[in-house]
């Protein structure tokens, strides 16, 4: 599997990245996991406009949906006339409404649907394509997903938004690739069920035997050297901060 960083600040865009999205590639097939603010120009360095063949959106905040917006121009309104087929959408409850509501005027209450073929996700264990996926509901205040993907033997298992989950340690059970939250500053933030600081993105790396550990999601207005040193003392693999435009072989 190829992981691709295509933005990863949390909540709102930094002047070096766009919000939550990851290209994640196995046999010539693209899933996207999330396509928050800024991602869709984001997403051009690194294929085609056209060349995705699936979508997840872990949760409907706008970090991580709302340039499903832009995307449905490009795939509804193409340039030569035509109009793209519908590739799968994976989300909550409601992701189609969401966005119809969200672009405010599609030509019809089902427009979305003539590009997009919505899929309502439940924490269950499903194809999407090449790769096996399992989905698990974490701790955020929507309903969100935290997300593991398989292929060849290997996994990469990704948070979405969450604080102290259960259910993502278990999702994360000896994962090779731990893409994890950790929005919150140890000791500075502290609302439960909302974002994981350092600290606890290290700890749940540990308690969950990840073999790698990448942090995410760190707003603009964190440091995140204080959240990497927080993850790094409490879980003794490799760990390193997500950046834009970094790809990893997992
Ligand atoms: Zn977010
Ligand atoms: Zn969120």
Known sequence: MKLTVVGCSGSFPSAESACSSYLVEADGFRLLLDMGNGALGELQRHCGLYDLDAIFLSHLHADHCIDMCAYFVARYYRHDGGR?????????????????????????????????????????????GPFTVHTERVAHPVEAYGIRVEHGGRSLTYSGDTGLSPALEELARD????????????????????????????????????????????????????????????????????????????
């Not at 089902?110 to 919505?118: G, I, K, N, P, R």
């Open 175 to 250: 994962t090779d690739f731990f893409l994890c939250e950790a929005a919150f500053t140890h000791g500075k933030e502290n609302i439960p069920d909302l974002h994981l600081n350092g600290r606890e993105a290290g700890e749940t790396a540990s308690r969950a035997g990840a073999r790698r550990l990448v942090l995410t999601h760190i707003p603009p207005w964190t440091d995140p050297q204080i959240n990497l040193a927080d993850a790094r003392a409490a879980y003794d693999g490799p760990v390193e901060l997500a950046a834009p435009r970094v790809t990893y072989e997992i």
């Open 84 to 128: 793209c087929a519908p590739i799968p959408v994976y989300g909550p409850e409601g992701t189609e409404h969401r966005l119809t509501t969200a672009y405010a005027d599609t030509p019809s209450a089902s427009s979305m649907s003539e590009v997009f073929d919505f899929h309502t996700v439940k924490p269950s264990t499903f194809d999407v």
